[in-house]
């Protein structure tokens, strides 16, 4: 019996996952800065500048209406972490310069600003996850909305996603 269930349970897992990815598209969000799964470079976190890093944008469906781009932390001791969030980015967009924002409409970080906040992982090594998400149409939502707002928004709305992780631990102080 015992074994049913969890043949059960992976099976649904998996329906979950293979429905969740149906239809969605890949695109390619890479920096000059860092690479796939490499260390941030100090000068776009607390501990530098913290001014956002260089990103360019790949593969965008023809049919994208507008773009999204979020910056999170899964790591942080609170549980997912936002910081920085802005959708209405034209589909045109292929870079997003050192520093820069693209042109959209900004959403409130968890820092409680609307702009980029560098990562400032309290202890250990923290994963930051560049998200790139092509939309079939342009969102109605205030400047400043939340996470939570944008993701309802978003819902049945992504056509295609692309994702660049980059870690970060701050150097001990002496």
């Not at 409130?108 to 992982?121: I, M, R, V």
């Not at 939309?135 to 992504?158: N, T, Y």
């Amino acid at each position: 019996m015992q074994n049913l269930i969890i043949a059960g349970a992976a099976s649904m897992a998996l329906m979950t996952t293979v429905s969740f990815g149906a239809g969605v598209a890949s695109m390619k969000i890479t920096s000059s800065a860092f690479q796939e799964g490499a260390s941030l470079p100090s000068k776009f976190t607390c501990d530098g500048g913290g001014t956002s890093p260089p990103l360019q944008i790949a593969g965008v469906p023809a049919g994208a209406k507008s773009l999204v781009l979020i910056v999170d932390d899964p790591d942080a001791p609170g549980g997912l972490f936002t910081h920085w969030i802005l959708w209405n980015i034209s589909p045109q967009t292929n870079a997003i310069s050192e520093g820069g924002a693209p042109s959209g409409v900004r959403g409130a970080n968890d820092f409680g600003t609307s702009g980029y906040g560098g990562p400032c992982p309290p202890s250990g090594t923290h994963r930051y996850y560049f998200k790139i998400l092509a939309l079939d149409r342009e969102l109605d939502l205030p400047p400043g909305a939340k996470r939570g707002q944008l993701e309802a928004a978003i819902k049945g709305h992504v056509i295609a996603r692309g994702e660049l992780m980059g870690r970060y631990s701050r150097k001990k102080q002496e």
